[in-house]
């Protein structure tokens, strides 16, 4: 015990693939001062049963470039540390069986090829070149993706764990985090064998890390799924064919029907994600165990019957086999399927890496990642898709559950545009949420807020069903024409429950949100968009700001942004301001179209009407107090209506009957996406987002390069100095039957030169919109490119900096 820590720079608690992976990344980013504890031996949690598969494809951009990476690294693992690897890059065939899971495939491809992978589609009758032993007769095709393979997942983590050694760092096995505490600004972490001092925490507890959460205060949104896997013993014929050519079988994966099937030295291993699943240590009788290390649950093959068939069917090689071996282990799942990597909500060092469903072949990306945050304090992918602040609290444990078994159960399928998945709904409610569903709205989630996405007219086709196409003119499109039209000619209405909403007070205020915005804080009584960036000059957030007074502001942001916004003001907020989430006490509407002047007035409100864009003012309407703001995110005349909850049934009531009579039409969130683009309006965490600087998303005239300093600030002026690479752009597409989905490559000459961010059909241009970033070269009106949606390229367009609708805002300022 005389040697044990007592302090370092780094504390890592869990020693699984993703801890040792952390561990061996800080190392390697010179963070050497750094320990690893481990309760059992290392591998104890869910890493040492794993199946060890190594993907590479996804249809999420920033966990394809996690996955990338891991496998680019687990190559030249083993020859780095030494230490010896069972890593088999097999490559695999992903089976389709229909045409829009060809269309899916034919998008990874193109995203694949910009990562620099050659991923390639096989026909039906090229399939079996790659598997000779598959059915194919009711395939549409299939995906080959030549970087797949399986490794050895204890190897892995005992490879990553020795070049961490190597470096310097420490593991402490068999030596349990008990608890954890704040003195000053270090964390003492308590184990039985003594306190270790550090700066800084990581959580990579796997399907433990809620319990280890529970230490710093914070309730994880994370479930525990049972997943299985079933051995099968030699077979003779695969033997000798594998023999006779050389290698192994590609692994297969049959995502439509749910499995993979791998070949295991001679013969198979069969891993389903089956639908009738089984959630574990959720409920009183079921508790979450004081130790689970190297255990696993008692084989259930009952609920895999189907796909055990369904696999026979496809290979019937298998059927010649016996069963040997069922692994049966505990998977952490979050509502969403994707891990959870990056800062601590509400606590101060301490940083998340845990809860990973697909740790084995995310732990290398995810090691890179965890090590950016802690030494950088930012990442060099944009990885929202797996930021521990986009879970903002409402996630109760039966969400969790709920969610966690239905992503498991569609682990394969495919995430339409226009499709809303079903379970853990109507967490969060609009004030007026009844009277929206009576208009026939179709509603979505957002951060667990449901709103509109559109209005089902008589006759529109509401099932989940028609949901899944990802062509454009699914049974909403009619209706969303006219919400639009609506819009454009007359007046349109769209509820908006859930916007955050922080406001900012005290002597200094201004000068602090100054410091941390690139342009400009707004005169009082008027209102601004404020872009924050982090120290490279990249686009970490969007607000609206309000000047309510001289030192008080009003910040209003996304709905999914309420916790990552909230911890990036409260990161620099000096003492002596206040800032409060006023979140949950007002509801908004924005109204919009030329007419809504006209039914603001016949509503009665008490305003200004012609008080100019971009101002706010505190109104009166059917008696009630509201705060008016005349921008609109449609790109017409319009304001938004901000009134407390209580008071908003009696707000909407009143403008709905005034505007019925003036052509008013409620809209949803697919209208609004059609109108945005029109205008070039960036949405957050899809145009907008670290992965772009400030002047490359197009917004220097959001820069305010008189201002002494703000973030960021020195190396926009650098990146200005040296010209911009790449520059947004917006795009007409003649696009085929679907719309380019996020990530679609845009080609010139036949190389490709750019990614579209957003694409929508604009309705009031009658086009296809792409907004995107374009090589700074081509970057030029007039420009002929081409976008590649679903494997087809299309021609496009690029157009003026300007909006599409309405160039010169005449509408907006009418
Ligand atoms: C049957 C099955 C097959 C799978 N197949 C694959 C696959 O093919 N590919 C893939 O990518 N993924 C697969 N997975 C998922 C994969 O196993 C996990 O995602 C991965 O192992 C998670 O690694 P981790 O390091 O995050 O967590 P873990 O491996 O669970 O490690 C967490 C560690 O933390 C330790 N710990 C917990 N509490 C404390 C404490 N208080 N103090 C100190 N230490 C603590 C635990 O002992 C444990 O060792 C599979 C899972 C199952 C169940």
Redesign the pocket.
């Known amino acids: 015990m005389a040697d044990f820590p007592t302090s370092a720079r780094v504390v890592i608690?869990?020693?699984?693939?993703?801890?040792?992976s952390s561990l061996y990344h800080l190392a390697r980013a010179g963070w050497t001062d750094c320990v690893l504890?481990?309760?059992?031996e290392?591998?104890?949690?869910?890493?040492w049963?794993?199946?060890?598969?190594?993907p590479t494809f996804s249809s999420s951009w920033s966990i394809m470039n996690m996955q990338r990476y891991s496998a680019q690294l687990y190559r030249g693992l083993g020859e780095a540390v030494d230490y010896p690897m069972n890593y088999h890059v097999t490559g695999s065939v992903r089976l389709g069986h229909s045409k829009e899971r060809l269309q899916e495939f034919k998008r990874v491809v193109g995203m694949g090829r910009y990562q620099g992978m050659d991923l390639d589609i096989l026909g039906p009758d090229e399939i079996r070149s790659r598997y000779p032993f598959v059915e194919t007769h009711d395939l549409t095709g299939a995906l080959y993706d030549p970087y797949d393979g399986?490794i050895d997942?204890a190897q892995l983590t005992q490879a990553l764990a020795k070049g961490a050694r190597q470096m310097g760092a420490r593991i402490e096995r068999f030596?349990?985090?008990?608890g954890v505490r704040r003195e000053g600004d270090e964390w003492v972490v308590e184990t039985p064998k003594g306190e270790i001092r550090c700066e800084i925490v990581v959580n990579?507890?796997?399907?433990?890390a809620r319990?280890?959460a529970k230490m710093f205060g914070r309730d994880l949104p994370m479930m525990v799924m049972s997943?299985?896997?079933m051995l099968f013993d030699t077979i003779p014929e695969l033997e000798s064919w594998s023999k006779g050519v050389g290698h192994k079988l590609p692994l297969l994966r049959d995502v439509d029907s749910s499995y993979y099937l791998r070949q295991e030295k001679y013969g198979f291993n069969l891993?389903p994600y089956e639908g009738n699943c089984r959630a574990h240590w959720d409920k009183a009788d079921d508790p979450m165990p004081e130790d689970f290390?190297f255990q696993l649950f008692p084989d259930d093959l009952e609920r895999l019957e189907w796909h055990i068939n369904d696999a026979m069917a496809r290979v019937p090689l298998l059927a010649q086999a016996n069963l040997t071996k069922v692994?049966?282990?505990?998977?952490?799942y979050t509502p969403d399927g994707n891990p959870l990597i990056g800062p601590m909500p509400g606590v101060p060092n301490a940083f998340e890496?845990?809860v990973?469903?697909?740790?084995?072949?995310?732990?290398g990306g995810a090691g890179k990642v965890l090590a950016e945050w802690v030494t950088e304090g930012a990442t060099e992918w944009d990885m929202w898709s797996c930021d521990p602040r986009r879970f903002t609290g409402f996630e109760d444990p039966d969400y969790c559950v709920a969610k966690g078994m239905e992503v498991y159960g569609h682990e394969y399928a495919i995430h339409f545009p226009h499709h809303v998945w079903p379970v853990g709904r109507g967490k969060k409610l609009s004030a007026v949420h009844e009277t929206v569903a009576a208009m026939g709205a179709q509603f979505g989630p957002y951060n667990g807020w449901e709103r509109a996405l559109w209005y089902a007219r008589p006759g529109d086709d509401t099932s989940e069903a028609a949901q899944r196409t990802w062509e454009r003119e699914g049974p909403w499109f009619g209706a969303v024409r006219e919400e639009c039209l609506a819009v454009r000619d007359a007046c349109g209405i769209l509820d908006l429950p859930g916007f955050s909403r922080f406001r900012v007070r005290g002597a200094g205020t201004v000068d602090w949100l100054s410091a941390q915005i690139t342009g400009k804080v707004p005169g009082i009584g008027r209102l601004g968009l404020a872009y924050f960036a982090d120290e490279k000059g990249r686009i970490v957030t969007e607000m609206s700001v309000a000047r309510i007074a001289e030192e008080e502001v009003l910040l209003i942001t996304a709905a999914t942004a309420q916790m990552h916004d909230k911890e990036w003001l409260l990161s620099t907020l000096p003492a002596g301001l206040t800032l409060v989430d006023e979140s949950a006490e007002w509801s908004t509407q924005i109204l919009t179209g030329p007419k809504a002047r006209e039914v603001l007035a016949a509503a009665g409100a008490e305003a200004d009407l012609a008080k100019g864009w971009l101002t706010w003012q505190v109104a009166q309407l059917a008696g009630r107090p509201i705060v008016l703001m005349r921008v609109s995110f449609a790109g017409e005349l319009g304001w938004e209506i901000h009134s407390r909850v209580g008071d908003t049934p009696d707000v909407f009531a009143a403008v709905l009957a005034a505007g019925r009579p003036l052509g008013l039409r409620p809209f949803g969130m697919f209208a609004l996406n059609s109108l945005r683009v029109e205008k070039g309006y960036r949405a957050w965490k899809g145009d907008l987002s670290t992965d772009y600087t400030v002047l490359q998303g197009g917004l220097e005239r959001f820069v305010d390069w008189a201002k002494p300093a703000f973030r960021g600030k020195a190396a926009l002026e650098a990146e200005k100095q040296r010209g911009v690479t790449k520059c947004f752009v917006t795009l007409t597409v003649e696009a085929g039957d679907c719309d380019p989905p996020y990530m679609s490559t845009i080609w010139h000459d036949g190389q490709v030169v750019g990614e579209t961010t957003s694409g929508y059909f604009g309705h009031r241009v009658g086009k296809v919109v792409a907004l995107g970033m374009l090589r700074a070269e081509l970057a030029v009106p007039g420009t002929a490119v081409e976008v590649e949606i679903f494997g087809e390229r299309y021609p496009a367009v690029v157009c003026e900096d300007a909006p599409l609708w309405d160039a010169k805002n005449e509408r907006i300022r009418a």
């Open positions: 608690i869990g020693g699984g693939a993703v801890g040792a504890l481990e309760k059992n290392l591998t104890a949690g869910s890493t049963h794993a199946a060890g598969n190594v399986d997942p030596c349990p985090a008990t990579a507890a796997g399907y433990y319990e280890v997943h299985q896997y891993g290390s692994i049966n282990g505990p998977i952490p890496a845990c990973f469903t697909f740790g084995i072949c995310q732990a």
